[in-house]
């Protein structure tokens, strides 16, 4: 595996979004699930909710946050791609579902740092 210089700046936001998360009391079960046409970034559990989790890693100064980076359309994908997560895992469809938000802050080969978690974020 390369080295953490070597990864881009979205798998080492999403490193950093994986250590927040269990930290907060997540157990990660996915990361990066691909649906046929659709790709959640992390799936977990926490407290007996299956969290569809998006991260967004922006630099340091850009203008646009995570939040406004998952809009409407991006929404409809990462539902489409959760009902297929059911679909699939029989196991979790009996379980509450919503979409949390991490956002990450990752200078060019620097250090990932998350800045906020958004859970139930599309509410």
Do not use: W
């Amino acid at each position: 595996m390369a080295g953490e210089s070597a990864k881009s700046g979205g798998a080492r936001g999403e490193e950093a979004a994986c250590r927040h998360l269990e930290r907060s009391g997540y157990r990660i079960l996915e990361r990066n699930y691909r649906g046929p046409r659709y790709e959640v970034d992390i799936v977990a559990g926490e407290g007996g909710v299956l969290a569809f989790v998006e991260v967004k890693t922006r630099r340091p100064g850009e203008e646009e946050s995570g939040l406004l980076a998952v809009g409407a359309g991006k929404q409809r994908r990462l539902m489409r791609a959760a009902e297929h997560y059911l679909l699939t895992h029989p196991e979790a469809r009996s379980l509450p579902c919503r979409f949390d938000v991490v956002m990450v802050e990752a200078a060019p080969g620097g250090e990932a740092r998350v800045l906020r978690l958004l859970r139930d974020a599309f509410r």
